[in-house]
């Protein structure tokens, strides 16, 4: 056979080194390591590869942290490159210690379920991971399997047995459904949120026939479309045998190596053997140590040992059975490594050559923008350029602020894929946007700039997503008993606590209000959002109102009598105003727009349309009147 460290000789290119890289996965002997790379070209590397090979792909990381940028990178490159056909999952470890037992996020575990679910279905897909993820054991293969169902219309299936399935699979039985892992039966009617899906379903049936299924908003409760198909996936890694009238407890997960005689791992749910990618093996070969010496030195009787949950390091180190290992190292350790079972020492190196933003002389603190557009200039002459924006907004005005420099600019567009890696006279820079690691340039393929790299961002402060009931629950968590809250139906009161309470056998909680006379409210939580704080001046106590009294009632009348006195003195107000002429400012210029694009923090879409509302005031000959509002830290500073 060819040595393969003569064939790597002479490999150039972004294409060359893929090409290169899949021939050596076809050899038996072939142990292939990637070094010299950025962040993001080993990501665009991988998902290319993936795509080649046609064969699922794991990746291992150090982390959760690292898995979730990596996962970011190739969720960017897929829509880049029109890959919408290549899976790419996330497979999150549970984040807790066998033996510091709690419930384990039901986001985490939707996202788990998903992911098994696709490699069970032999379609080839791309998972990032960590490695105590990839190392801890889960569900059976034939328990999963057996726990997975797919309804489409006109399926005959008992109501009552597809209840007490999703029940055993962990689903809660609630009054209303917001959150994964739920449902609500009422008649004919079963509202479903599955693991498997981000917006739940409403199932309606007639008889035993799956009459349609419904998409439907958890604020509203409304349908809004139908669906062809719903997939039911566990929302819970432990099956019940038999149901229980009892719920699951918290810590079930934890006795599933004593419930089930053999446990899978993430590797065995492929059905065909997989590419394992080990980003730097010699940490992760210690952070695997670390985590056993952490599970042994918590261990105790009668709790299963580190053995039964954990996998050994060999386990995916080893290439056999069919399964690749491939190895990326920023550096390369000069280590043995045990990572193969063949015929002879037949590793071979490859090293992608990538630079830096930093080595061409941008994300350089205080360089001219002048001086940008001519190193961005020199990168056009010699192959295509794609500028990555952190949003539309922003990629809108790169656009702009490049052609006040006279350096064509367009959008990418995905079905543009065919430019990169070739050389074209007078091409534009394109312009996208999303989030990707880090910028590079590799020949072969071109230049990857963020606009982090032109304007020597740090990376970039993006607004924490809130969730659907997040309009409620601060309210709850600073809410402390006693203190005094406001009820839309029935006035002030104090706050009496949290209590769980069966309801039609459906259990959910309540906060409690206590109202003059010692009289108590049951609120549901999903109606949160109609009740708030009490704001009074420190050491004033309110008067409580009374369910037997109409005080709240002529409160509330006497309060919409002076909201209509001041709608109408606005009225004349702005009538009145309407006749007045102001001053117009001119509109933004190339100042203005480099300012706006070299702004530090991520502005979120209601600052947007806040700063885009008082330009077009300002440009007005209309007399302006403006309040911008928001809670501290909502960002009133960076929009004024």
């Known amino acids: 056979m060819t040595s393969l460290a003569t064939e790597t000789k002479g490999v150039t290119g972004f294409d060359g080194l893929l090409r290169h890289l899949d021939y050596l996965l076809k050899q038996d002997a072939a142990l292939p390591t990637i070094t010299g790379y950025t962040s993001s070209a080993k990501s665009l590397l991988l998902l290319r590869l993936a795509q080649h090979t046609s064969r699922s792909m794991l990746i291992v990381t150090r982390s959760e942290a690292e898995a979730e940028a990596i996962f970011e990178d190739l969720l960017f490159f897929q829509a880049f490159l029109d890959l919408l056909e290549l899976p790419i999952h996330r497979f999150p470890d549970w984040d807790l210690s066998p033996y510091q037992p709690a419930t384990p996020a039901v986001d985490r575990v939707a996202r788990r379920m998903r992911t098994l679910y696709q490699l069970r279905q032999g379609r080839p897909s791309v998972v990032v991971t960590s490695i105590s993820s990839i190392l801890r054991r889960t569900l059976p293969k034939t328990i999963f399997d057996g726990s997975c169902l ?15 399935r999703c029940l055993r699979s962990g689903y809660r039985n609630v009054s209303i459904v917001q959150d994964p892992g739920e449902l609500s039966v009422r008649g004919g009617i079963v509202d479903l949120f599955s693991t498997a899906h981000d917006e739940p379903v409403r199932l309606e049936f007639l008889g035993d026939t799956v009459e349609s299924i419904r998409v439907f908003d958890i604020n509203s409760q409304m349908s809004s479309y139908e669906q062809a198909r719903a997939v039911v996936l566990p929302a819970r890694e432990y099956i019940l045998d038999v149901l229980s009238d009892n719920p699951l407890p918290p810590d079930v997960e934890w006795q599933a190596p004593q419930h089930y005689a053999g446990m899978n791992a993430l590797a065995d749910y492929c059905l065909d053997p997989p590419i394992i990618v080990l980003n730097e093996p010699k940490e992760l070969r210690q952070c695997a140590d670390d985590m056993m010496i952490q599970a042994r030195e918590e261990w105790s009787e009668p709790s299963a040992s580190p053995e039964a949950w954990y996998l050994p390091w060999e386990s995916i180190a080893v290439a056999n059975e069919g399964r690749t290992v491939v190895v990326t190292e ?18 071979a190196t490859m090293h992608m050559a990538c630079r830096s933003p930093e080595s061409l002389g941008l994300g350089i603190q205080g360089t001219p923008f002048a001086s940008v557009i001519k190193i961005l200039e020199d990168l056009r002459s010699r192959g295509p350029v794609v500028v990555i924006a952190r949003s539309q907004g922003q990629a809108d005005r790169l656009c702009t602020l490049f052609a006040e420099y006279d350096v064509p600019a367009e959008r990418w567009h995905a079905h543009q894929q065919a430019v990169m890696g070739r050389h074209m006279v007078a091409a534009p820079i394109y312009l996208a946007h999303g989030i990707v690691a880090s910028g590079f340039l590799m020949e072969g393929f071109g230049a990857i700039i963020r606009e982090e790299d032109l304007f020597a961002k740090s990376m970039p402060h993006r607004p924490q997503r809130q969730s659907k009931s997040a309009h409620f629950l601060p309210s709850v968590e600073d809410i402390e008993l006693g203190d005094p809250v406001v009820y839309v139906e029935h006035g002030i009161g104090r706050y009496a606590g949290l209590r769980r309470l069966m309801i039609h056998g459906c259990e959910q909680e309540f906060f409690m209000i206590e109202y003059a006379g010692n009289d108590i409210v049951y609120v549901p939580l999903d109606r949160m959002n109609q009740v708030q704080r009490y704001q009074c001046q420190e050491g004033h106590a309110p008067r409580m109102d009374s369910l037997r009294g109409t005080r709240w009632s002529q409160t509330k009348a006497r309060v919409k009598k002076s909201i209509e006195d001041m709608a109408e003195e606005l009225l004349d107000l702005y009538s009145r105003r309407e006749l007045a002429e102001g001053f117009g400012y001119s509109s933004d210029t190339i100042l203005s727009h480099e300012f706006d694009a070299a702004f530090e923090y991520e502005a979120t879409p209601d600052q947007l349309t806040a700063i885009e509302d008082v330009k077009r005031s300002m440009e007005s000959t209309r007399p302006m009147d403006r309040l911008v509002c928001g809670d501290v830290g909502y960002g009133k500073t960076e929009v004024a």
């Open 330 to 347: 920023a550096i390369p350790h000069a280590v043995d490594r045990p990572f193969h079972v063949g015929v002879g020492p037949t590793d």
């Open 150 to 164: 797919e309804l489409q219309p006109g399926d005959c299936v008992e109501r009552d047995t597809l209840i007490e």
